[in-house]
């Protein structure tokens, strides 16, 4: 930590009509910014030294019938995450311009055109003010986060067609892929412009999954939507599920027992063991190196078989609720597991040296797929692929939630942000996996395994329309982010969703850059980002 | 080498080590059987992502590695439409890819069967009734064979896809 004092101190002196918002639940500072003022302050945040700042979230809501008009809000996350700070911007009546910060911080270009096709709300100054999320087809004036858009709405067809990004000159051809790719694989686009091999430009067109989760929310009131939250990207469903529990959690002020935290953390950990387990050998197949690769497909299967008898979901799927858990492990369980995944440890290892004494595999991945550390922060990168670029961030030692108060986790960092780097910080996961999950149940807890909501008359109370609380947890691909809203009645009045491949996504543009084509789907694999989770 | 050899011989023989799946599933509609027979030696496969969450596409991955290992049944999956005999579909078909779905119909030659995977592809499941969701896949294009279960199991995919071709998994049932 740079800085012994607190970001709201420096912040009110430097900036004195900023108004700070009293908060009494979740653990951030938050200022009501005033609109012209916004770029000033987040062009401090960004650039002074001391803050090592990071645009975590940045989410826009439509706040009628609250209050006329709709709001912003960022969130910063300073010194990795240890401090969150929040501005938010509020909008009045029928007013729908708010100024752009992206020729400021490159991290929130996405977000802002997210916010013009989902409220109609338009960023001034944005470079590029061309559709993200609803395509073409999708016809003028369609805002589906808008209060006013009704959710089952049935939508009209329209012609139109979506313009690249082109490089023109000599030698320079442009090369299409996706939506529907060869393997098993979701959809996307793909642009590349190439001169001979290497690429100069790919250009990302995401989004065909959109399935209006973030609108689906808010037919549900807070204590019904897990479900939802655990489909939000399939092989996440711990880490989504949880980051949503926790928001309620916070909201409803329900306190999670302690052997309800632990169980959640172990629940976590197996999960990012079996999809740290499917990279590593999808990694090896993409250079056309099989043999790693049925290993792990082995040692996956596995674990999702121990899943499954755990908790009678190979995804793990229903085991987090809104107060806890749901499943509970005995005695049996807690020698059993430690025992199975020492012997997928060693069993790994020894594939491990197999991988490493490959000098050809090794010579694809080094140097392949480089994301420099410098455009990693720039884009606010995280998870492993940060992690692979030397940002050093996991929230599991950060900011600690579940039970990882109590673990000592190691995280693991590389500095060459290339393909060899991200594989090197999953293999190293698997092996702290396995140690937190022996010793998770080594020191297990007894007691209750959830809050009862309702029993205790002083606990849980149902917010107030208009409170909201955020939640962070470190899932297997990086940081996930939920900011909940109630509404009147225990309703959700908005529930934005932050996988952490909607940033990583379009660092991987710069990534492939100088790379040849037929190294794509190895660079791709070794970002491993959800496209269901990103395109909502 | 060595190492591999040994690492192989160690390991010895997974296929087939996993837990029966439950037998709960209706079974395959004698039409979609007929249409079916002139794959019952190969299957090619197309996978359609029209929306899903991606766990039925974890699933479908799995069918292909050593524990299931869906090629010994014929089962394969090709990289492009044009080479399948079947679409398996999955996810509630969003407005986005309402289109490529069709496109990939026409694409793929006659005869042909489509195979519904999980609850998405055949009710739309928890995303019912969204504006950006244009489902199920039967109203779009016709369904042959569907596969319930959020998401089914391996095991159970693979059941049902051996069940279309008239094959057992013989390895299974003496195993495990
Ligand atoms: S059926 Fe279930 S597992 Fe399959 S895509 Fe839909 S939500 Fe995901």
């Given at each position: 930590m740079a800085d012994t004092e607190s970001a709201d101190d420096v912040l009110k002196a430097e900036f004195p009509p900023l108004v700070q918002i009293e908060r009494t639940r979740g653990d951030f500072i938050q200022f009501l910014v005033q609109k012209e003022l916004l770029p000033a302050v987040v062009q401090y945040l960004h650039t002074h030294p001391r803050w090592h700042s990071r645009l975590a979230l940045l989410w826009a809501v439509d706040d009628r019938p609250m209050r006329e008009g709709a709001s912003l809000h960022y969130l910063f996350a300073l010194d990795n995450a240890r401090q969150w700070v929040v501005l938010s911007v509020e909008l009045e009546g029928a007013d729908r311009l708010f100024p752009s910060i992206?020729?400021?911080?490159?991290?929130?270009?996405?977000?802002?055109?997210?916010?013009?096709?989902?409220?109609?709300?338009?960023?001034?100054?944005?470079?590029?003010?061309?559709?993200?999320?609803?395509?073409?087809?999708?016809?003028?004036?369609?805002?589906?986060?808008?209060?006013?858009?009704?959710?089952?709405?049935?939508?009209?067809?329209?012609?139109?067609?979506?313009?690249?990004?082109?490089?023109?000159?000599?030698?320079?051809?442009?090369?299409?892929?996706?939506?529907?790719?060869?393997?098993?694989?979701?959809?996307?686009?793909?642009?590349?412009?190439?001169?001979?091999?290497?690429?100069?430009?790919?250009?990302?067109?995401?989004?065909?999954?959109?399935?209006?989760?973030?609108?689906?929310?808010?037919?549900?009131?807070?204590?019904?939507?897990?479900?939802?939250?655990?489909?939000?990207?399939?092989?996440?469903?711990?880490?989504?599920?949880?980051?949503?529990?926790?928001?309620?959690?916070?909201?409803?002020?329900?306190?999670?027992?302690?052997?309800?935290?632990?169980?959640?953390?172990?629940?976590?950990?197996?999960?990012?063991?079996?999809?740290?387990?499917?990279?590593?050998?999808?990694?090896?197949?993409?250079?056309?190196?099989?043999?790693?690769?049925?290993?792990?497909?082995?040692?996956?299967?596995?674990?999702?078989?121990?899943?499954?008898?755990?908790?009678?979901?190979?995804?793990?799927?229903?085991?987090?609720?809104?107060?806890?858990?749901?499943?509970?492990?005995?005695?049996?369980?807690?020698?059993?597991?430690?025992?199975?995944?020492?012997?997928?440890?060693?069993?790994?290892?020894?594939?491990?040296?197999?991988?490493?004494?490959?000098?050809?595999?090794?010579?694809?991945?080094?140097?392949?797929?480089?994301?420099?550390?410098r455009t990693a922060r720039d884009h606010a990168v995280v998870g492993v692929v940060g992690r692979a670029s030397g940002l050093d961030y996991d929230l599991r030692r950060d900011r600690p939630f579940a039970a990882y108060g109590e673990l000592a986790v190691k995280v693991a960092t590389y500095h060459y942000g290339d393909?060899?780097?991200?594989?090197?910080?999953?293999?190293?996961?698997?092996?702290?996996?396995?140690?937190?999950?022996?010793?998770?149940?080594?020191?297990?807890?007894?007691?209750?395994?959830?809050?009862?909501?309702?029993?205790?008359?002083?606990?849980?109370?149902?917010?107030?329309?208009?409170?909201?609380?955020?939640?962070?947890?470190?899932?297997?691909?990086?940081?996930?982010?939920?900011?909940?809203?109630?509404?009147?009645?225990?309703?959700?009045?908005?529930?934005?969703?932050?996988?952490?491949?909607?940033?990583?996504?379009?660092?991987?543009?710069?990534?492939?850059?100088?790379?040849?084509?037929?190294?794509?789907?190895?660079?791709?694999?070794?970002?491993?980002?959800?496209?269901?989770?990103?395109?909502? | 080498m060595f190492r591999i050899i040994k690492k192989s011989l160690k390991t010895g023989v997974v296929t087939g080590r996993y837990p029966q799946s439950a037998a709960l599933q209706e079974s395959i509609d004698p039409a979609a059987a007929e249409k079916a027979k002139p794959f019952r030696q190969s299957l090619v496969i197309r996978e359609v992502d029209t929306g899903s969450c991606n766990a039925c596409e974890m699933e479908m991955n799995a069918l292909m590695n050593p524990v299931y290992d869906a090629e010994r049944f014929g089962i394969r999956i090709a990289a492009s439409p044009r080479h399948a005999d079947a679409l398996v579909v999955t996810g509630p078909v969003t407005v986005n890819m309402e289109r490529a779905l069709k496109d990939a119909y026409k694409q793929t030659p006659d005869p042909k069967i489509v195979i519904a995977l999980g609850d998405c592809a055949i009710t739309c499941g928890l995303f019912k009734g969204s504006y950006a969701v244009t489902g199920p896949v039967d109203r779009h294009v016709p369904v042959d064979v569907r596969i319930p279960g959020c998401p089914p199991r391996p095991a159970e995919i693979l059941k049902a896809l051996t069940e279309l071709c008239g094959k057992h998994d013989r390895r299974q049932a003496a195993g495990s």
């Open positions: 992206t020729p400021h911080l490159h991290a929130a270009q996405w977000y802002e055109r997210e916010i013009r096709d989902m409220f109609g709300l338009i960023p001034i100054g944005h470079p590029d003010l061309r559709r993200l999320v609803r395509h073409e087809q999708w016809p003028k004036g369609t805002h589906p986060l808008q209060k006013r858009f009704p959710w089952n709405k049935v939508i009209g067809r329209q012609q139109g067609e979506y313009s690249f990004l082109h490089i023109e000159g000599e030698g320079v051809f442009e090369v299409p892929v996706g939506p529907i790719h060869a393997g098993i694989i979701e959809p996307g686009h793909f642009r590349f412009s190439v001169a001979g091999e290497p690429i100069m430009q790919l250009e990302l067109r995401h989004f065909w999954k959109h399935r209006g989760v973030e609108k689906l929310f808010e037919q549900r009131i807070l204590t019904d939507a897990v479900p939802l939250a655990e489909r939000v990207s399939g092989d996440t469903t711990v880490g989504h599920s949880l980051a949503y529990c926790q928001a309620v959690e916070t909201l409803t002020g329900l306190e999670v027992p302690r052997r309800g935290r632990f169980l959640r953390s172990l629940f976590l950990e197996l999960e990012r063991l079996h999809n740290h387990l499917g990279d590593v050998g999808a990694i090896c197949n993409d250079t056309a190196y099989s043999l790693p690769h049925a290993h792990c497909g082995r040692l996956k299967e596995q674990v999702m078989q121990l899943n499954d008898r755990l908790s009678g979901s190979r995804f793990l799927r229903g085991v987090n609720r809104v107060g806890g858990v749901t499943v509970d492990l005995t005695p049996d369980c807690m020698t059993e597991i430690p025992k199975e995944l020492g012997r997928l440890d060693e069993d790994f290892s020894e594939l491990e040296s197999i991988i490493a004494a490959n000098s050809s595999l090794i010579d694809r991945l080094e140097t392949t797929g480089v994301l420099t550390a393909v060899r780097a991200r594989m090197r910080v999953r293999v190293d996961e698997i092996h702290e996996s396995i140690r937190l999950i022996k010793r998770l149940c080594a020191t297990m807890p007894a007691g209750p395994i959830a809050a009862e909501p309702g029993l205790d008359s002083k606990g849980p109370k149902t917010p107030k329309a208009g409170e909201w609380a955020l939640s962070a947890v470190e899932g297997w691909r990086g940081e996930i982010l939920y900011m909940v809203m109630a509404g009147e009645n225990e309703t959700i009045h908005r529930c934005k969703v932050r996988d952490p491949s909607f940033v990583n996504w379009p660092a991987i543009q710069w990534a492939v850059v100088g790379n040849i084509i037929p190294d794509f789907p190895l660079i791709n694999k070794s970002f491993n980002l959800s496209y269901a989770g990103n395109d909502l | -």
